[in-house]
């Protein structure tokens, strides 16, 4: 199973911009469906973004379209996290997850339950 490690979080004024970086080890994350999870307290996980890692598809939350992007290093075996003009209602832990790559054709990667594979979180904070 994959274990996943995710950094780049931070504070940062709502209108600037965090990098977010999950690295994969353990196994190739080119046999996954990797995504961006947050959540807050007492809140559910929502998803955020995904990438089908074969064929650079990628996948995003209405809320964060046309601010956060999503892309991959091969070779760091890491999936990155651009978050660009933040508001603070993106503020959250942020989790790294790592799912099968049916989940793409599938239509369910918004499902936090199809994810066998998560990260410890990284911390977002944005002040208004």
């Not at 964060?64 to 990155?80: C, E, Y």
Request: aromatic share 12%; charged share 20%; proline share 3%.
């Amino acid at each position: 199973q994959v274990q996943l490690e995710e950094s780049g979080g931070g504070s940062v004024q709502a209108g600037g911009s965090l990098r977010l970086s999950c690295v994969a080890r353990g196994y190739s994350y080119k046999a996954y469906y990797m995504a961006w999870f947050r959540q807050l307290p007492g809140k559910e996980r929502e998803v955020v973004a995904g990438f089908y890692i074969e064929d650079g598809t990628t996948d995003y939350a209405d809320s964060v379209k046309g601010r956060f992007t999503i892309s991959r290093d091969n070779a760091m075996n890491t999936v990155h996290l651009q978050m660009n003009n933040l508001k603070p209602e993106d503020a959250a832990m942020y989790y790294c997850a790592a799912g099968p790559p049916s989940l793409r054709w599938l239509g369910t990667w918004r499902d936090m339950t199809q994810y066998k594979s998560w990260g410890q979180g990284t911390q977002v904070t944005v002040s208004s």
